[in-house]
């Protein structure tokens, strides 16, 4: 049961979610079946309308029919008929979002409470026009902070295209009423580290180049680019997945205690943390799977990468001398994502036969799991060891508890809280970071479809 979000509804009395690229894919597999969820959770569900808004001359019936047919949600349909309309407007004219204020108007008419979320599952270049226009038709009013605005990665697609586009939007906006998305942020096990780093002596010991010899960061995935050729090819992995995804994952790893829960301590200790990161370009590389260049929407001398490994040191006491990898790819053997902490050898190891390296493993694909690998006695035999494994799945245990990444984000933005969301500091180190890595590339592979990382348990 969600409860945080059904104490908000008790509060509100109205809730309306607009969702710009309404047609598009992660709104088909991701928004949708998040937002049924929390409708299926709520206390008072006729209070929540969601506006799918996309230029189709469709009508809802009609938009409904295309998500059934699109075949990428798999959820409850009649129940988004009972929540659902569909608004036509083209994002770029000011005079097509009418409609939206009409509707707007007829849905909140002598209510007080009302909590809006615009959600923007758009490119960049459409943030800026959308913005406007939702503040020349007054849907948006710069410091009310019932009504916010959620820009779906990525944030840009180069640090000044970023920094202008945050610009513009701080300048429009109070700094509460901009949500930028990170979905990596939702994931339970990712809040996990937090939870798992400083609340439990046993890991906050080890946490130190004293006891850790290397932490790996896996996202390996199965599948090729789907039909996003145009997007991709225009991102590539370094803006896909490291700038936002796998950097707010190593600075979770890395940054110190802060000094509350609060998201600006959080996010103090994070920026901390990433300006200390510094890549190692002679032990990373970039590749590309081979066949990418005929996948339609991609150029065809295209130089786009599909893989990075990616090693980084950080410059301080605590980390000297550890290595932290992050490696991600596309068209790999199998899809599988976990952080891999291996810790150095005990003093005393030397005493015994067949001893493996500790390992704190945090797995997030396929399951959310959590497991620490440790030695210990084998039956009979005085000084040989085998690796015991201390073992916590989640969604094994209790599968439907475990929360969908976009699910969590709608919560923290319907409770107006921001820990889950990166702050523009947070995404500016990020592209130093990147900007490193451009500066100065690594070496670059056409690697086999199918080429098998190893995997955790290989
Ligand atoms: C998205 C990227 O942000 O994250 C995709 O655009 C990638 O290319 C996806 O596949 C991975 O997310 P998850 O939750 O499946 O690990």
């Given at each position: 049961?969600?409860?945080?979000?059904?104490?908000?509804?008790?509060?509100?009395?109205?809730?309306?979610?607009?969702?710009?690229?309404?047609?598009?894919?992660?709104?088909?597999?991701?928004?949708?079946?998040?937002?049924?969820?929390?409708?299926?959770?709520?206390k008072h569900p006729e209070n929540v309308t969601i506006?799918?808004?996309?230029?189709?001359?469709?009508?809802?019936?009609?938009?409904?029919?295309?998500?059934?047919?699109?075949?990428?949600?798999?959820?409850?349909?009649?129940?988004?008929?009972?929540?659902?309309?569909?608004?036509?407007?083209?994002?770029?004219?000011?005079?097509?979002?009418?409609?939206?204020?009409?509707?707007?108007?007829?849905?909140?008419?002598?209510?007080?409470?009302?909590?809006?979320?615009?959600?923007?599952?758009?490119?960049?270049?459409?943030?800026?026009?959308?913005?406007?226009?939702?503040?020349?038709?007054?849907?948006?009013?710069?410091?009310?902070?019932?009504?916010?605005?959620?820009?779906?990665?990525?944030?840009?697609?180069?640090?000044?295209?970023?920094?202008?586009?945050?610009?513009?939007?701080?300048?429009?906006?109070?700094?509460?009423?901009?949500?930028?998305?990170?979905?990596?942020?939702?994931?339970?096990?990712?809040?996990?580290?937090?939870?798992?780093?400083?609340?439990?002596?046993?890991?906050s010991a080890l946490w130190s180049n004293k006891y850790?010899?290397?932490?790996?960061?896996?996202?390996?995935?199965?599948?090729?680019?789907?039909?996003?050729?145009?997007?991709?090819?225009?991102?590539?992995?370094?803006?896909?997945?490291?700038?936002?995804?796998?950097?707010?994952?190593?600075?979770?790893?890395?940054?110190?205690?802060?000094?509350?829960?609060?998201?600006?301590?959080?996010?103090?200790?994070?920026?901390?943390?990433?300006?200390?990161?510094?890549?190692?370009?002679?032990?990373?590389?970039?590749?590309?799977?081979?066949?990418?260049?005929?996948?339609?929407?991609?150029?065809?001398?295209?130089?786009?990468?599909?893989?990075?490994?990616?090693?980084?040191?950080?410059?301080?006491?605590?980390?000297a001398g550890v290595p932290f990898y992050l490696f991600?790819?596309?068209?790999?053997?199998?899809?599988?994502?976990?952080?891999?902490?291996?810790?150095?050898?005990?003093?005393?190891?030397?005493?015994?036969?067949?001893?493996?390296?500790?390992?704190?493993?945090?797995?997030?694909?396929?399951?959310?799991?959590?497991?620490?690998?440790?030695?210990?006695?084998?039956?009979?035999?005085?000084?040989?060891?085998?690796?015991?494994?201390?073992?916590?799945?989640?969604?094994?245990?209790?599968?439907?508890?475990?929360?969908?990444?976009?699910?969590?984000?709608?919560?923290?933005?319907?409770?107006?809280?921001?820990?889950?969301?990166?702050?523009?500091?947070?995404?500016?180190?990020?592209?130093?970071?990147?900007?490193?890595?451009?500066?100065?590339?690594?070496?670059?592979?056409?690697?086999?479809?199918?080429?098998?990382?190893?995997?955790?348990?290989?």
């Amino acid at each position: 049961m969600n409860l945080e979000a059904m104490r908000f509804i008790k509060k509100m009395s109205k809730l309306i979610i607009t969702l710009f690229g309404a047609t598009g894919d992660l709104t088909l597999r991701k928004l949708l079946p998040a937002l049924e969820n929390i409708i299926k959770n709520e206390k008072h569900p006729e209070n929540v309308t969601i506006l799918a808004i996309g230029r189709r001359k469709f009508t809802s019936e009609d938009y409904l029919n295309f998500v059934v047919e699109s075949k990428l949600f798999k959820g409850d349909i009649n129940l988004l008929r009972k929540h659902l309309i569909y608004v036509e407007v083209d994002a770029y004219q000011s005079a097509t979002y009418e409609n939206l204020h009409l509707l707007y108007k007829g849905l909140t008419k002598n209510i007080a409470d009302v909590r809006t979320i615009f959600y923007l599952a758009v490119s960049p270049e459409l943030f800026m026009p959308i913005t406007e226009n939702l503040k020349a038709n007054k849907l948006i009013k710069k410091g009310d902070l019932n009504t916010i605005i959620a820009f779906e990665k990525p944030f840009g697609h180069t640090f000044e295209d970023a920094l202008y586009i945050n610009e513009y939007l701080e300048k429009e906006l109070h700094r509460n009423q901009i949500y930028r998305v990170d979905h990596y942020l939702g994931k339970e096990m990712i809040q996990n580290i937090i939870d798992l780093r400083f609340s439990n002596t046993l890991v906050s010991a080890l946490w130190s180049n004293k006891y850790i010899s290397e932490v790996k960061v896996i996202v390996s995935e199965k599948d090729g680019i789907l039909n996003r050729g145009a997007y991709y090819d225009e991102v590539g992995v370094l803006n896909d997945m490291v700038q936002s995804h796998l950097l707010q994952v190593l600075a979770l790893l890395i940054m110190d205690i802060p000094k509350s829960l609060s998201s600006k301590d959080i996010s103090k200790a994070k920026i901390k943390a990433l300006k200390k990161v510094k890549y190692d370009a002679s032990n990373s590389l970039l590749g590309q799977y081979d066949g990418y260049r005929q996948e339609k929407g991609v150029s065809e001398d295209s130089l786009i990468s599909t893989l990075a490994f990616l090693t980084f040191a950080v410059e301080d006491k605590r980390f000297a001398g550890v290595p932290f990898y992050l490696f991600t790819g596309k068209k790999l053997a199998k899809k599988e994502a976990y952080i891999e902490v291996i810790l150095k050898d005990a003093p005393g190891s030397h005493l015994f036969k067949n001893t493996s390296a500790n390992r704190l493993i945090i797995e997030l694909a396929p399951e959310s799991r959590i497991s620490l690998e440790i030695n210990g006695r084998t039956d009979g035999n005085n000084n040989e060891v085998s690796k015991l494994v201390l073992d916590h799945c989640f969604t094994c245990l209790f599968p439907s508890a475990v929360k969908e990444a976009y699910e969590a984000l709608f919560i923290e933005m319907i409770n107006g809280h921001r820990t889950l969301f990166p702050s523009w500091e947070e995404i500016s180190v990020s592209w130093d970071i990147i900007c490193q890595i451009r500066d100065e590339k690594p070496r670059y592979i056409i690697y086999e479809p199918g080429f098998n990382l190893g995997g955790k348990n290989e």
